[in-house]
């Protein structure tokens, strides 16, 4: 790196590091504005953002919003002449709290900061992003840092729900950008020890099974088959020989493959005195990159269709919805030698002094709308905190990974956009 740009790095670096005390304090407003998926409403928090956004000059706020309180934002800061335009993004809402007896180091409905962690419903997933993604663009803006082309920043709505208020309608109303990153927590050990360049998808369907419903008490007589005793011993057969009937492609980033759960729901029978006549179970299928729905389904119904031939009495069925959100999104994958990645990298290590590890995060992200819908290139999850504190108890951020995810973001910014 040149001395120019050593010195443009710097310049961003003791900025942000000047208003350290007012991005953590914002952060902590942000957490303490409740956007939980369930029941859906981000209003609260775009507003804060907004207000933020604009009292820091980070371009004109845009809302889009397919439900009024349900609002997509995006700013954007133009740079001199043309060129790439890159969209720093992340969700605004959360996973429900939970149960509040299980959080043991604060009250959950009061976020505070503790020993330098900043705990509440999501920190880590994903506010503390979100912020440091905003003082990377006011920090960019402050300093009058030249760079070309487009920085935007797009916050969404209903991740943590069916994206369909969210990533999935700005893919159909279409948007444009030249790459976006996606600010999902992706530490493992440390804060941005990796970086997600690839997401899996998910194929959600049900098992049916058909029985005879008749009275238990004689059950034990010829010509009764109970639903749920067949469905049982089909959802072991599932869970412990469906993956080696399934086509797919051992990839570097996932070499275990996908990830098969059947019985994420189980639902059968009416009530005592009655021999179950139906029976059925959820089937929960995370898919890797190069995976298809058609050839997905057709494999589960031979697996299935096996099963039927090896025991005659077995009334099954696979039953799916034709694509939909609701049943099949892809996965999505980004080329590891792409110019963004390796601005992400190398940004990382110039903030934190170690290089993020290429990963393919094993959780779905809104990359499959962009990479898919738009062909888009998209960085999966790079970003503070860690993804094992998301959605649980006791979620946190650290104060340092937020000031320095503002560091990475705004250097990763400078170099894609001006190759420095």
């Known amino acids: 790196m040149g001395k120019s740009n050593n010195i443009t790095s710097n310049k961003v670096c003791n900025f942000i590091d000047s208003i350290r005390d007012e991005i953590i304090d914002f952060t902590l407003d942000c957490i303490k ?15 804060l953002i907004k207000k933020k956004a604009i009292a820091w000059g980070i371009g004109k706020p845009e809302v889009i919003a397919k439900k009024q309180n349900r609002p997509n934002i995006i700013f954007s800061l133009k740079g001199q002449g043309k060129g790439k335009k890159l969209v720093l993004s992340g969700h605004l809402d959360t996973c429900t709290l939970g149960d509040s ?41 402050s300093m009058k840092i030249p760079f070309n082309g487009e920085l ?15 990533a999935k309608y700005l ?32 194929l959600l369907g049900k098992v049916i099974i058909h029985g005879t419903q008749m009275h238990s008490s004689i059950s034990d007589r010829s010509g009764c088959i109970n639903a749920s005793v067949k469905m049982a011993k089909v959802l072991l057969e599932f869970a412990n020989n469906l993956k080696k009937h399934l086509r797919f492609e051992s990839k570097k980033l996932y070499p275990l493959g996908p990830t098969i759960t059947p019985g994420v729901t189980i639902e059968g029978g009416v009530f005592y005195g009655i021999v179950p006549g139906l029976a059925g179970f959820g089937l929960d299928l995370r898919v890797i990159p190069g995976m298809e729905f058609e050839i997905l389904k057709e494999d589960i119904e031979n697996f299935l269709k096996k099963l039927k031939e090896a025991d005659k009495e ?17 996965a ?38 962009y990479v898919n819908g738009l062909g888009i290139p998209t960085v999966s999850s790079f970003g503070p905190g860690f993804i094992k504190l998301a959605h649980g108890p006791d979620e946190y951020v650290e ?22």
């Open 33 to 47: 504005q409740s956007s939980e998926t369930p029941p859906g409403d981000e209003t609260a928090i775009a507003e």
């Open 101 to 141: 007896k299980n959080w043991k180091v604060i009250d959950p409905a009061r976020p505070a900061i503790v020993n330098n962690r900043l705990y509440g419903r999501g920190s880590t997933d994903m506010k503390g992003a979100l912020v440091g993604m905003l003082a990377a663009a006011y920090a960019i803006k």
């Open 152 to 166: 935007a920043l797009m916050f969404t709505a209903d991740e943590e729900g069916e994206c369909a208020y969210g």
């Open 171 to 202: 893919t159909e109303i279409g948007f444009d950008a030249d790459v976006i990153i996606l600010g999902e927590p992706s530490g493992e050990k440390k804060n941005f020890d990796t970086i997600g360049i690839a997401s899996r998808g998910i």
């Open 314 to 330: 077995l009334d099954a069925e696979f039953v799916i919805k034709e694509p939909t959100i609701d049943s099949w999104v892809p």
């Open 332 to 369: 999505a994958e980004i080329d590891e030698r792409h110019p963004i990645v390796e601005s992400c990298i190398s940004s990382a290590k110039r903030v934190l002094g170690y290089e993020p590890l290429k990963v393919g995060v094993p959780f779905g992200t809104e990359s499959s709308f």
């Open 399 to 420: 104060t340092k990974a937020i000031i320095d995810a503002a560091k990475i973001y705004a250097l990763t910014a400078l170099k894609y956009l001006n190759d420095f």
